[in-house]
């Protein structure tokens, strides 16, 4: 393929993705992400005559003295937001055998956040990484802002081929000051991560998307067949054909998934698993309604 052509290429799948995810978030999402994803902090309104039942914390004693009777201040939420969009690039996003790879998966998860959030005029940033951090992208604001977070996640070529959370949230930890929600979409290949997710979510509301394909928790029976990991380029032979070699391949699958759940829920972190296979707005709006039953209660 000539440059110009993989150029067209690449914006004709950027415009797609475009138009799928803003539709999806406009349609779907929208009244789920603004009753989930609230601002922190309150800022000052103005100072108002005192009401009953008005909390008298709020009374400002300067100006009830000035004026002979009781004021209040007036707070009022600060709807601005950051969303920190981090998204691991590993070789293994190059894997899927279904209607998308992990790493299309990722892009289109992480424009209909993005798109989401740019609907509620919150601003968006983007750490990207493999065994380190690979880029990083300053939250703003704007629909051009956003197009550029969505481009960077497409056709960033990695310089590694690996998986270290834990840089991407030391990262995260860094450059985003003020308390953020931070999208985490990986595959979760990875280890020793944990101490680092603690140390993120403490400051900012943490939100792993793990991505699956449906080959990693099943092998097919296609007999022997050569296997590579994408991210370490080791191969291995394996006999498919063996009941054993499935079931206990699918049963490690099974081991490493729990392993994952557990350390979100010991941290306390909500979660949700998108698929190659199948739609990845359900899962987002599952998530976003079990943090709103949990807002409102």
């Known amino acids: 393929m000539s440059p110009k052509d993989q150029q067209s290429a ?5 415009r797609t993705i475009e138009i799928r995810t803003n539709r999806l978030a406009t349609e779907q999402l929208s009244g789920d992400y603004r009753s989930v994803i609230k601002g922190q902090g309150l800022s000052f309104r103005e ?3 005192y009401q009953p039942g008005d909390d008298v914390r709020t009374i400002d004693w300067n100006v009830s003295a000035r004026m002979d009777e009781p004021y209040v201040k007036v707070f009022v ?8 969009l981090v998204v691991d690039i590993s070789k293994s996003g190059r894997f899927g055998t279904a209607r998308l790879n992990k790493g299309r998966l990722a892009a289109e998860v992480a424009a209909l956040c993005a798109f989401s959030a740019n609907q509620h005029n919150d601003r968006v940033g983007l750490i990207l990484a493999t065994d380190e951090v690979e880029k990083v992208i300053p939250p703003k604001k ?6 550029r ?10 310089r590694r081929s690996g998986t270290d959370l834990s840089a991407a949230l030391e990262m995260l ?9 931070a999208f985490l979409i990986s595959d979760f290949y990875a280890t020793d991560y944990e101490r680092s997710l603690s140390l993120a979510s403490a400051r900012h509301d943490v ?10 928790g099943e092998l097919p029976d296609v007999g022997l067949a050569s296997f590579e990991d994408l991210e370490s380029g080791e191969e291995v032979l394996v006999d498919t054909s063996s009941p054993l070699v499935r079931a206990h391949y699918a049963h490690l699958a ?17 979660h949700c698993v998108v698929h190659t296979d199948r739609p990845y707005v359900k899962p987002l709006r599952d998530l976003f309604a079990r943090r709103a039953k949990r807002v409102h209660r």
């Open 207 to 216: 939100i792993p998307v793990l991505l699956t394909d449906p080959r990693d």
């Open 254 to 270: 099974k081991k490493e998934r729990a392993q994952h759940v557990a350390v979100f829920r010991k941290l306390g972190l909500d």
């Open 142 to 147: 704007g629909r051009k802002h956003v197009m």
């Open 149 to 158: 977070v969505v481009r960077e996640i497409l056709n960033t070529e990695p």
């Open 47 to 49: 100072v108002r005559q």
């Open 10 to 14: 690449e914006a004709k799948t950027l």
């Open 77 to 84: 939420e600060e709807r601005e937001m950051t969303v920190m």
């Open 173 to 181: 930890y860094l450059v985003a000051r003020r308390r953020s929600v």
